[in-house]
Structure formats: C-alpha cells, structure tokens
C-alpha cells in the first residue's frame, strides 16, 4: 500500500503532497476496474513523482537496477540472464534508473510508464548521466508494440501491482516477446497483504484476510479514487502467469541482507528479517 497512506498530513515535504494534490480524503475498500484504476495511478503517479524520487532516488540510484526494497542488484542477481545485444521492454519504469543501467550493459532498453512525471524524471536523468533510453508513455495493459518485438521483460514494482487485469498485463507480454524471451517482474510479496503498512511492531500484526482480494483505495470527497492497489494471492500470480502461456521458473524471495538498515515504506529490517517483502517471478515464453 501506499508509503503515505497513514501519514496523509506529511509535514516534511516542500511542495504539496500528493494527497493534498489530489484531494484525498479516506481509505475504502471496493472493487475497481481497469479504467478508474489507470486513472488513479496516472493522477497518482503525477502527483507524486518529486516526492516519490526526493525519497527514493538513494535507494534505486540514476544508474542502476535495483529489484526490491531489499536491495537486490540485478547486477548479483543475473534475473535476466545475459542483456548484452537484447532489445528489453522495462513495464512501468519510473525514472528509468533500471533501463539506464541496462543500457550500460549492451542491451537496447525501452522504459514504458503510466505517468508522465515519471518520464520527465527519466528523461532529466538521462542527461544528467549521459545514458538516455527511449521512453514511451502508455498503460501496462495494452502495450503499444508489436508482436515479438523484444527478447526480455522486465519491472521492478512497475505497474503489476496497480493493474485491475494483471491477466492482462501478462498476456500482453506475452504477446510482444519473441518465443523463447524472458519476462521477470517484481511485486510486494503477497503475504504481506494480511499486514498494516506499518515498518515497525504494529506490522507484525494480522489485520485482514490474505483471501480478500478487494482493493484497496484511497479516496476524494465524491469517493473517486486517487491511489488504487490490488491484491493477489500467491496462487492467483501463478495462474496468471500460466493462463497467458508463460512458464514459470523460479519466484525469487530476496531475504533481508544483514546491516542494511534502510526502511523503505513497510519495508523494514524488523519484518524483512521474519517474512519475505517481495516476490519476483521469472518466467519465459516457451520457444
Ligand atoms: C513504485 S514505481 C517503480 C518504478 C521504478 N522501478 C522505480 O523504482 O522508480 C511504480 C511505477 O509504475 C508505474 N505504473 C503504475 N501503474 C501503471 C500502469 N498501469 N502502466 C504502466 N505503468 C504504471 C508508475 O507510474 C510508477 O512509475
């Protein structure tokens, strides 16, 4: 869930939060479709860009691919295998620090995003390292591609977890990988759902049930949402992958690596040492 949520009133930020932006108001619990979910993301990903990299940009850096919370570099984890002189779709790429460092390596990256903030961040960084990537804006649930057009996917908490149909997101990577390309995307680790997105004792608490997959949002004055999540169970990303004809390799749990003490959101030291944060599924297209 949103970093924010429980801190609607956040008194360190300069300019006016995303919430304030947008007129959030509550929290509700109700299901959400395709169009009123994008929406939402769309006016919450541009909302709260600045603050999004004023807090993060540390964390995943200009130029380099971090999957998780947990610190994961794709340069020890090889999720992807060898990048050199593949065309690479990155879904929901932000500022593209990610892309950025694909490129570093040979590949011929694309960074697709919701929000056009994002972009402008990816685009800024692109000249302030040196390593710009073509950048295309455009919702994760209709990829404007052709078929077969790239040899690996990737996301790194990028669009999956804000999707009403991610059935469809992975149908449409599907659709645009060469047979045989790989697909990998991280999301919060579904277990954490049961959770309060709370990085101390209080989220060590069961609040609600892991089988309840009603949304959660937050909510203006008319109850029009302006931050959309969406849960699914273990079982329910596993079938997803497999109902689009992929096949699934591995979900990696990256463990939370002794002195990194750096709290991102709900993700802290205390619970990432009892319960795993992030799940990243790798998958490929059979050939
Ligand atoms: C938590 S950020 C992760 C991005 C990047 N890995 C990073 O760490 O900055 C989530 C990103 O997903 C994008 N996003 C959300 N919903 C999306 C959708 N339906 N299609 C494409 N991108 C989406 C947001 O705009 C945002 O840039």
């Not at 479709?33 to 940009?57: I, T, V």
């Not at 994002?118 to 040196?130: I, P, Q, T």
Request: proline share 6%; with cysteine.
């Amino acid at each position: 869930m949103n970093d924010a949520a429980q801190d609607v009133s956040d008194g360190d930020r300069t300019g006016a939060s995303a919430e304030a932006l947008l007129g959030t108001a509550g929290i509700a619990r109700r299901e959400v479709g395709s169009a009123e979910s994008q929406r939402a993301s769309r006016a919450w990903w541009d909302a709260d860009a600045d603050d999004y990299l004023g807090e993060h940009s540390a964390d995943i850096g200009q130029v380099d691919f971090v999957w998780s919370p947990e610190a994961l570099r794709e340069a020890d984890a090889r999720l992807l295998g060898d990048v050199a002189g593949r065309r690479v779709l990155e879904v929901g790429c932000g500022s593209a620090p990610c892309s950025r460092w694909l490129a570093t390596q040979g590949a011929s990256p694309v960074g697709l995003d919701l929000s056009a903030a994002m972009l402008r961040h990816a685009r800024a960084a692109g000249v302030a390292s040196g390593v710009a990537v073509p950048l295309v804006l455009a919702g994760a649930e209709y990829l404007p591609f052709a078929d077969a057009s790239f040899d690996i996917a990737c996301s790194a908490y990028g669009a999956v977890p804000f999707v009403a149909d991610p059935g469809r997101v992975m149908r449409e990577v599907h659709r645009v990988l060469r047979p045989g390309g790989r697909w990998v995307f991280a999301v919060n680790h579904p277990m954490r759902w049961v959770f309060p997105d709370d990085p101390g004792p209080d989220g060590l608490v069961v609040g609600q049930s892991y089988f309840d997959r009603t949304p959660y949002l937050e909510v203006d004055d008319d109850g029009a949402a302006t931050y959309v999540e969406h849960h699914r169970t273990m079982g329910d990303r596993i079938r997803d992958v497999v109902a689009a004809g992929l096949v699934l390799d591995d979900v990696v749990e990256p463990e939370w690596p002794d002195g990194h003490e750096r709290i991102w959101g709900q993700w802290s030291p205390l619970r990432g040492k009892l319960f795993p944060g992030t799940a990243i599924f790798v998958t490929h297209r059979p050939a």
